[in-house]
């Protein structure tokens, strides 16, 4: 009798203990946004599911009737997609009784773009190696399937497989069969299988002797190589061309344009329903400014290209930096199909080393306002299909980084629905990602856990603007896109730091206005003069229109300058926010993922002081002004962050320290 109360007392003791103290559940970032969910299979054998042909293909319609729950959808895709809605909606809480929620995606093609070569290294990947593991004698079928799960997930239906630095290889018929492995796979979850072709691949495969696209033979090849994949994957989607962009060959080689090469292609897949995608990242290191180019050579193009070609604009005119303005494209092109490219992969937004959540900079692309079709054209509705860089990659947890994670997700999201805010993703990816600890509230972990993350991700984006490259400054990178270099002018002018920021003693920033590059005209009025105009110029990409004397006044009543340096100092504050409340969420994650991103965000920190030493250090060099007083002074003399820049570009990846310190090289090793 004593010996059971004394047993209870201690029971009920412990479950106090337990209630008063969260248990984090064990995780360790491998079930992505599938975590807290209930298994698919699960959720379809509690459904009543209808394929209903008066359904567009990839809708789906949940809602309750005759005490059961339905899915009804177009086709297979639209069911899957309507279970992992529910999957979703249950984790939201938002699956209650009478649950009656109607959806198609918005864009016919959501695709992932893999840089992913044929050694199995990875264009921009820090993830490990090729997800694909092309050299190994046998195709990783388990994780192909849980890639097509997390695709379909949040429904997205097509992949390129390999880097559009293409290998010609891709085409020969070892590789045509392993891909149609690879199809067979991701086919059971509705996703299409594309590939990146290398122009000159007649020539390399067959030893044709010309890459012209007016060419009957070099037509012919093509036709037959289309015949040849379509043979072997019968629903293929069609190719992605990079295409006399970076030193690869295309039309232009021979006195051809792109609408040229593009309809060759179009016609060799056209008539087994292919596609092909033509990128508009086009730029040659002769022109004054880059930015303009893709409209220079894109827009006489317009309404030339078949029906079957679409093409591919990345979101802002220079290449995937923290911040850029919408490419002017968007605005420009009326009758030719355009397709958006997002990076997901971070490789300007510190690899997948930063916190840096994505939503809200494709958020501010897809709702700016082209001014196309008159005011309210967003580049969400002028565009009509949309791809993403892949950041995924052999790791455990695909994305090399729990909080990379959150940026596929994100993109499939707003792939499905451009209208979708990005603090709502960043929402429900939390909630499917981390698991309540056990013995906690939802109330509790709603306040305690899921509300800073929220406030982190949010924030996180516009912390790398700041200590990277603020007030519309861009392109300040070495050459691993990694850490900042803007010294660098040796080279092409237009891979150089110095070409973007044009820094002299008297100011700061690319003139792109009537008076410079003209590149504001390439946007729709009333924009054009708004960019022009010093006055209605947004002050977050004034130094992208504008060269600036460094005492300009800005609306703070500080000087652009001083505006400058407090960015850095405000971006790495944000970045100890960061790590200070993260400290304190240690209760409530799996201590796996609490490590993992306290470290990163150790590494982050050091990374911003070395930008903000880098380009606040360079930049003072060359206006001689102090530093405004309530900035905090800069740790690391300038000489020893040009070498560390120097080394960590040889080694291809960042190095850091124990401490977690971005490598500084012993002066030994300095060049004189
Ligand atoms: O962003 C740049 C990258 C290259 C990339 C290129 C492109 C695949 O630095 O690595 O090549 O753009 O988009 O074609």
């Known amino acids: 009798m004593r010996k059971s109360f004394f047993l209870t007392v201690l029971a009920g003791a412990a479950l106090l203990a337990a209630c008063s103290r969260p248990a984090p559940v064990a995780q360790d970032g491998s079930d992505l946004w599938l975590a807290a969910g209930r298994p698919y299979a699960d959720i379809l054998a509690s459904v009543e599911t209808t394929i209903d042909p008066a359904l567009p293909a990839e809708a789906f319609h949940i809602y309750d009737a005759d005490g059961q729950r339905h899915v009804a959808a177009g086709s297979e895709a639209g069911l899957r997609y309507g279970v992992y809605a529910l999957q979703r909606a249950e984790v939201l809480g938002q699956a209650g009784p009478g649950m009656d929620v109607q959806e198609q995606p918005r864009y016919a093609l959501r695709l992932l773009n893999h840089w992913d070569n044929l050694d199995d290294t990875v264009e921009r990947g820090y993830a490990g190696e090729s997800m694909w593991e092309w050299t190994s004698p046998t195709i990783p079928e388990a994780r192909i399937r849980r890639y097509g799960e997390l ?6 239906n097509g992949a390129v497989l390999n880097n559009v630095n293409s290998n010609p290889l891709i085409l020969d018929a070892e ?7 690879i199809a067979d796979i991701l086919r059971e979850y509705g996703i299409k299988t594309y590939l990146s072709i290398k122009w000159t691949s007649p020539i390399a495969l067959s030893g044709l002797k010309s890459g012209d696209p007016l060419n009957p033979q070099v037509r012919q090849w093509w036709k037959d190589k289309a015949a040849e994949i379509y043979k072997a994957i019968p629903d293929f989607g069609g190719f992605l061309v990079k ?15 792109h609408a040229d090469g593009a309809n060759m292609l179009g ?18 290191p002769t022109s004054p400014d880059r930015a303009n180019q893709a409209v220079e050579e894109f827009l006489p193009l317009d309404g030339k290209f078949a029906d079957n070609v679409i093409v591919q604009i990345k979101n802002g005119p220079v290449d995937f930096q923290p911040r850029e303005p919408f490419s002017p494209l968007f605005g420009q092109l009326k009758d030719t199909q355009m397709m958006m490219e997002f990076q997901i992969t971070q490789e300007y937004l510190g690899f997948s080393n930063h916190l840096a959540y994505l939503g809200t900079m494709w958020e501010e692309c897809l709702q700016s306002d082209t001014y196309r079709d008159g005011p309210g054209t967003p580049v969400s509705k002028t565009i009509s299909a949309i791809a993403g860089v892949a950041n995924t990659g052999q790791d455990a947890n695909f994305c090399g980084y729990v909080f990379a994670q959150a940026n596929w997700y994100a993109f499939g999201r707003l792939a499905w629905d451009p209208e979708l805010s990005a603090e709502q993703i960043a929402d429900e990816w939390i909630r499917q990602t981390f ?17 800073p993350v929220r406030d982190i991700l949010m924030a996180s984006r516009e912390a790398v603007v700041d200590y990277e490259m603020p007030v519309g400054l861009h392109h300040l990178f070495g050459g691993t896109h990694y850490g900042p270099a803007p010294w660098d002018r040796l080279g092409r002018p237009d891979w150089t730091p110095a070409y973007y920021h044009q820094a002299d003693s008297a100011g700061i920033g690319f003139d792109r206005t009537r008076s410079g590059s003209d590149n504001v005209d390439q946007y729709n009025e009333p924009l054009a003069s708004q960019y022009n105009d010093l006055a209605t110029c947004p002050e977050n990409l004034l130094l992208w229109f504008h060269h600036m004397p460094w005492d300009y006044q800005m609306a703070s009543g500080r000087t652009v300058w001083d505006e400058i340096c407090l960015h850095y100092d405000a971006g790495i504050r944000q970045v100890e926010a960061f790590r200070q409340t993260w400290a ?12 993992e991103t306290a470290r990163k965000l150790e590494i982050q920190q050091h ?19 102090p530093l405004p007083a309530d900035v ?39 060049r004189p």
């Open 151 to 156: 695709c379909a997930s949040v429904g997205l």
């Open 175 to 181: 590789h045509i069969a392993r891909v149609a492995k």
């Open 243 to 257: 295409a006399n962009s970076e030193g690869q060959a295309g039309p232009q080689d021979y006195g051809r344009t």
């Open 267 to 284: 016609e060799a897949v056209a008539p087994y329903g292919g596609i092909v995608m033509w990128r508009a990242f086009v730029y040659s």
């Open 435 to 451: 698991l309540k600890p056990d013995g906690m509230t939802d109330k509790a972990f709603e306040g305690k856990f899921i509300e």
């Open 584 to 595: 304190g969420l240690k209760p409530y994650v799996a201590p796996a993922l609490w490590e």
């Open 607 to 625: 990374d911003g002081e070395w930008w903000r030493d880098a380009n606040v250090g360079y930049f003072q060099q060359i206006n001689g002004l």
């Open 632 to 670: 905090r002074p800069l740790d690391t003399p300038i000489d020893s962050l040009i070498y560390r820049q120097v080394r960590s570009d040889r080694l291809g990846m960042p190095i850091h320290d124990e401490n977690n310190r971005p490598i500084i090289v012993a002066p030994r090793f300095r």
